[in-house]
């Protein structure tokens, strides 16, 4: 159970950081005149936090152990 918490107070963090790395003044850090390829630097900024949000979720969520059901079963599917 303490694995599981842990987890979730990853989770917990995670969102938390994305919602103050996605505020408008920290994005507006980002917007600058500099392009990379001819795509400003705040696309890369937003898809670049995007990112890094799924991924985070994803590797959080596969570390998550399974709940066992109430009548023993796995679960459905």
Do not use: C
């Amino acid at each position: 159970m303490p694995e599981r918490r842990k987890i979730v107070g990853g989770m917990f963090l995670l969102t938390t950081a994305g919602l103050l790395l996605l505020v408008p003044p920290l994005v507006h850090l980002f917007n600058h005149d500099f392009t990379v390829l001819g795509v400003p630097q705040i696309v890369f900024y937003l898809f670049g936090v995007w990112l890094a949000l799924i991924v985070g979720t994803g590797v959080l969520t596969s570390r998550l152990p399974r709940e066992r059901s109430t009548n023993g079963e796995e679960g459905e599917g």
